[in-house]
């Protein structure tokens, strides 16, 4: 994904994000991703925590 | 097009306002709500709503005393307490009571201009309440040949200008936003300039009007910042967007802003706020420099929190799609550039 496209969905679809830190590989079946294992594994081992503000800290509502 | 000041973040070293002002802040608003029970009930029934729901709790006063909000109703408020060691609580009422209407008048208007209104047409005749509770009060301290009323006119009448001209603007450069976008907020000046007038503050006044106008610019700046994402959403331009598409190369504003123009867009404010510590010490307010402190706190956690959070953004985007290195085009943009 693009930076753009990440940042978009990380601000405006909490749905996403939230599949995102909790199973990346189920996102990615979901919405055709098509990451590999080594991509899905490396997806897991990220601490997500610092983005979980970022919405908030740019005044964006989860929608 | 206003400052909204929108941020939730909650900060243990942010300023809480005094309780005096808090005590102001909620009877101006039972005053607003009494007034229109008095003279306009059905349309105050309306309006009521409209304030309740601009602020995030549900209750009026709170909107106006979030701690990253730009300070309105502080600065005369701290005005007045470095002029005298004894604020005249009646006056300061009647100006906290007035700046609210100015600003519910202004809010008003903007929503609508900004295409951000909800029930904002249905209640466009609350203006003449808004405007005509915002000017009547200062008849009451300043007759008509005072010079408060050039000071008046000139701020409020080159506010509205501005924000006339910025509407047709799609790019917003230096001079634009000096010129246009900083001056949408001369309206910040007419309560100052009311208080500096009561306590017959001379020179001094001269030193509210200049911090206020700096600290007006500052927060702008800093809303363009902290609005980015939301204003690029709704097609919106800004000071900070317009520098984004000149600077982003072949990438999206949003990787622009991920890789370089956050930080470009902190260091701008950081170097500001030590402009606006420099006036600070004219206005004898340690007020003003509790709330600087506070802001530079602040700003110095988001700065860490955010890149932290773009950090691993990159990291994200470095896996998802390894082929596009996260921000290789801004960096050869530059060296082309260069």
Request: with cysteine; glycine share 4%.
């Amino acid at each position: 994904m693009t930076l753009k496209q990440l940042i978009d969905k990380v601000m405006s679809d909490y749905e996403w994000y939230q599949q995102l830190k909790k199973d990346p590989a189920e996102l990615s079946k979901l919405h055709g991703l098509n990451l590999n294992e080594r991509q899905i594994d490396a997806l897991r081992k990220i601490n997500y925590e610092s983005i979980d503000h970022l919405a908030e800290a740019f005044r964006e509502e989860f929608t | 097009m206003i400052l909204r000041g929108t941020s939730s973040l909650t900060d243990p070293l942010e300023m809480r306002p005094d309780g005096q002002l808090r005590e102001l802040v909620n009877d101006a608003c039972a005053r607003i709500h009494a007034e229109f029970v008095r003279r306009a009930p059905f349309l105050g029934e309306q309006v009521r709503s409209w304030m309740a729901n601009l602020s995030p709790t549900g209750k009026a006063p709170e909107y106006f005393l979030r701690p990253h909000s730009f300070p309105l109703l502080n600065l005369p408020w701290w005005a007045a307490k470095s002029f005298a060691d004894e604020p005249d609580c009646e006056f300061l009422a009647d100006v906290v009571y007035s700046t609210i209407n100015g600003y519910y008048y202004i809010r008003l208007l903007d929503n609508l201009m900004d295409g951000h209104d909800t029930v904002e047409l249905n209640i466009l005749p609350a203006t003449a309440f808004f405007h005509t509770e915002f000017q009547a009060v200062y008849q009451r301290y300043f007759d008509a040949t005072h010079p408060f009323w050039e000071v008046f006119r000139t701020a409020w009448f080159s506010a509205s200008e501005a924000v006339t001209r910025e509407l047709k603007l799609d790019h917003i450069r230096q001079e634009d936003f000096e010129r246009v976008t900083v001056a949408k907020l001369a309206g910040a000046k007419i309560p100052v300039a009311a208080v500096g007038f009561h306590y017959g503050a001379g020179e001094r006044l001269r030193c509210w009007e200049e911090f206020t106008l700096a600290l007006s610019r500052w927060s702008q700046m800093e809303d363009d910042l902290f609005d980015w994402h939301n204003d690029l959403r709704h097609g919106k331009t800004s000071y900070f967007l317009t520098e984004a598409s000149r600077h982003k190369g072949f990438e999206s504003v949003e990787a622009w802003v991920i890789c370089e123009g956050f930080q470009r867009g902190m260091e701008a404010l950081r170097k500001d706020l030590s402009v606006l510590r420099r006036l600070a010490p004219s206005l004898h307010s340690l007020d003003v420099v509790r709330y600087l402190d506070s802001r530079e706190a602040i700003l110095e956690r988001l700065t860490v929190r955010i890149g932290g959070a773009f950090d691993v953004l990159k990291e994200v985007a470095r896996i998802t799609e390894p082929k596009a290195q996260a921000c290789d085009w801004i960096e050869f943009s530059k060296s082309e550039g260069s």
